[in-house]
Nanobody, 126 residues
Framework: QVQLVESGGGRVPAGNSLLLSCATS????????IGWFRQVRGSEREGLAC????????EYSKSAQGRFTVSTDLTRHTVYLQISSLKNDDAAVYYC???????????????????WGQGTRVFVSA
């Protein structure tokens, strides 16, 4: 059974950096695309970045380019999302998700992701 567990959220001062983790289990990393998304209450879930270890490929949404960085520790089956220079608008629940690598022609389309973590909440303080 594929499971994803996010961690690393909390209250962080604006301007600081934050590292979020997505620990995966029950999957072979090369067979999946891992995505990072976030959601503000009352808004749609927003895609940030997607990663494929087999393709050595990472794509970022326009809103995530520049301050968001995906990294991995494949030995720990973990995918990270670092957010630098945190802004008030970064306050959200952050989710990671997984989809089989071959289930879509789209790389980072939210609706293709089948398994989601429970999310980790980020608060940004002034």
């Amino acid at each position: 059974q594929v499971q994803l567990v996010e961690s690393g959220g909390g209250r962080v001062p604006a301007g600081n950096s934050l590292l979020l983790s997505c620990a995966t289990s029950g999957l072979t990393m090369d067979d999946y695309v891992i995505g990072w998304f976030r959601q503000v209450r009352g808004s749609e879930r927003e895609g940030l970045a997607c990663f494929s270890s087999l393709e050595a490929r990472t794509e970022y949404s326009k809103s995530a380019q520049g301050r968001f960085t995906v990294s991995t520790d494949l030995t720990r089956h973990t995918v990270y999302l670092q957010i630098s220079s945190l802004k008030n608008d970064d306050a959200a629940v952050y989710y990671c998700a997984a989809r089989p690598r071959t289930n879509s022609f789209h790389f980072c389309r939210r609706t293709d992701f089948q398994v989601w973590g429970q999310g980790t909440r980020v608060f940004v303080s002034a």
